[in-house]
T-cell receptor
Framework: DTGVSQDPRHKITKRGQNVTFRCDPISEHNRLYWYRQTLGQGPEFLTY????????KSRLLSDRFSAERPKGSFSTLEIQRTEQGDSAMYLC??????????????FGPGTRLTVT | AQTVTQSQPEMSVQEAETVTLSCTYD???????LFWYKQPPSRQMILVIRQEAYKQQNATENRFSVNFQKAAKSFSLKISDSQLGDTAMYFCAFISTYFGNEKLTFGTGTRLTIIP
């Protein structure tokens, strides 16, 4: 069990560019979550998957954001036409639905996005 | 919608002392879990302790314990014999157990500093 990993750890981009982040969950976990955390705040939910199905999307997730989990393993989060307000830490978490402790989510180190 | 409130933005305590972090939440649901997560400076989010709403007994994990008052919708974290490594942001979080709504809602956090 190597934990949740995210790539890249840091991303600096210019406004208007597209960026893509990757998350690899704990290998046996079937649920994968994306959260966004701005400085001094708690994480806010963006979207989550069970296997390859996207179960819920937050209203925070504008049309410029898209997430996929094509084979029920890793996930990508893409932001198109980035804006300065997108600057934040993007956190990925995973869990295993169906077990008693299935509501426990394990977090990755995050991808810090800076839009200049 | 659920809300989580942490009314103490910052706290500090001497090493080896006991400290209690406060959290209140609001929900109309009867089945849910509550968590405390720890986020050390520049490090990833770690689960500290969890509480199932249907359990009356307060959860305990080594030096960490909670005081769960379901009727008052209160969920405080007590850290005994505090250590320098406890310095971190602490987030209280709520999750519903209803399928399709199993996302974490976080409070704004309490920055805890342990003073040597």
């Amino acid at each position: 069990d190597t934990g949740v990993s995210q790539d890249p750890r840091h991303k600096i981009t210019k406004r208007g560019q597209n960026v893509t982040f990757r998350c690899d969950p704990i290998s046996e976990h079937n649920r994968l979550y994306w959260y966004r955390q701005t400085l001094g705040q708690g994480p806010e939910f963006l979207t989550y998957f069970q296997n390859e199905a996207q179960l819920e999307k937050s209203r925070l997730l504008s049309d410029r954001f898209s997430a996929e989990r094509p084979k029920g393993s890793f996930s990508t989060l893409e932001i198109q036409r980035t804006e300065q307000g997108d600057s934040a830490m993007y956190l990925c978490a995973s869990s295993l639905a169906g077990r008693q402790d299935s509501y426990e989510q394990y977090f990755g180190p995050g991808t810090r996005l800076t839009v200049t | 919608a659920q809300t989580v409130t942490q009314s103490q933005p910052e706290m500090s305590v001497q090493e080896a002392e006991t400290v209690t972090l406060s959290c209140t939440y609001d929900t109309s649901e009867s089945n849910y879990y509550l968590f405390w997560y720890k986020q050390p400076p520049s490090r990833q989010m770690i689960l500290v302790i969890r509480q199932e709403a249907y359990k009356q007994q307060n959860a305990t994990e080594n030096r960490f314990s909670v005081n769960f008052q379901k009727a008052a919708k209160s969920f405080s974290l007590k850290i005994s014999d505090s250590q320098l490594g406890d310095t971190a942001m602490y987030f209280c979080a709520f999750i519903s157990t209803y399928f399709g709504n199993e996302k974490l809602t976080f409070g704004t956090g309490t920055r805890l500093t342990i003073i040597p």
